[in-house]
């Protein structure tokens, strides 16, 4: 048994070489992405991409858990961090470290990953100090989709890049071993790299971070109800499944699907 990375080491890896990380749901995904990912996040995107919701608000703490044990189960050495779903732990510290601790002893992951800047910066330091290890996400954060009322890259105005620069500072301040930032133009996603001591995992932020994660099902061209500028398909994978299944009814229809090496026999 290889040993699994540890945020430690996530953290340790800022200045050497970019972090590769990709988002996992489940158990055979896991086993596939983990030979060639330094950190697979569960991501709360999983509500969109595998259950069809129209954002991440309606994911529950119960779906994370039991994708995040599917997970744990395929991957061998990458880190595995789970996401905290929307209102399981922006209520108070003592909400989000009960929902952090059951994540961490019902799955056996590394870490949790909750959204927010300055004012989750209190939160991250709470549960730091007890022993949970926080990845951060600042810029786009997906479940403030009912207040902030878009899917944009942010950072192009003033005030918007001080409140982003300042997210970035209080959560890397309040002890999170890295930090995603999501959809932020290139010269802050730069600057904010340069100024904090923990690695930026980078989505829709440019080649200037210290890492980049994508959605898997994204970049394998399997979800493709919207493609952002910032994703890259890697492959196509979504003909080919429509053109098994094809294949598939044809044969059931013509009868030529099951045959004689799929079919057990009586011995006479
Ligand atoms: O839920 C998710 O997949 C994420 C990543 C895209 C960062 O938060
Ligand atoms: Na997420």
New binding site residues.
Partial sequence: QTKRTTPAQIEAMKGTRPIVSL?AYTTPIARLLDPHCDLL??????GM?LYGMES?VGVTLEMMIAHGQGVMRGAKKACVIV?LPFGSYQESKEQAFRNAARILKETGCNGV?L?GGEEMAETVAFLTQRGVPVFG?IGLM?QLINTTGGYRSLGRSDKEADKIRRDAKAIADAGAFAL?V?GTVEPLAREITQSIAIPT?G?GASAACDGQ???SDDMLGLFNDFKPRFVKHFAELAPTVSKAAEAYAAEVTARTFPGPEHTFQVKK
């Fill in positions: 988002t996040l569960v991501g709360d995107s999983l991409v991440t996401d990953k959204e996400h997906p995603v999501e995992v989505i994660i994508l959605v």
